[in-house]
Nanobody, 116 residues
Framework: QVQLVESGGGLVQPGGSLRLSCAAS????????MGWYRQAPGKQRELVAV???????NYPDSVKGRFTISRDNAKNTVYLQMNSLKFEDTAVYYC??????????WGQGTQVTVSS
């Protein structure tokens, strides 16, 4: 199994920045893609960013150009740099790991609140 622990959420003003971290432990050698998802109250969980083991990234249009996902395989950690934050970015952000031969793993989530 893979365990994920997120950190870095908090309260930020519109236009501000935050960086989220997700540290993986356990069966880390089985991890392929890692990603960030978010879920706002009353809405479905949605993809924010994904990065493959080889470093390929993908973003939805809603965050493209503002968010950047990166991965440090030596530290088993994935990051999400969020810039130019908007009110609608407010949500609980979850880290996910897709692993070979294992079910997907999810972190416990970290709250991001964009408010003036």
């Amino acid at each position: 199994q893979v365990q994920l622990v997120e950190s870095g959420g908090g309260l930020v003003q519109p236009g501000g920045s935050l960086r989220l971290s997700c540290a993986a432990s356990g069966s880390i050698f089985s991890i392929d893609a890692m990603g960030w998802y978010r879920q706002a109250p009353g809405k479905q969980r949605e993809l924010v960013a994904v990065i493959t083991r080889g470093g390929r990234t993908n973003y939805p249009d809603s965050v493209k150009g503002r968010f950047t996902i990166s991965r440090d395989n030596a530290k088993n950690t994935v990051y999400l740099q969020m810039n130019s934050l908007k009110f609608e970015d407010t949500a609980v952000y979850y880290c996910k790991a897709d692993s070979y031969g294992l079910p997907p793993s999810w972190g416990q989530g970290t709250q991001v609140t964009v408010s003036s």
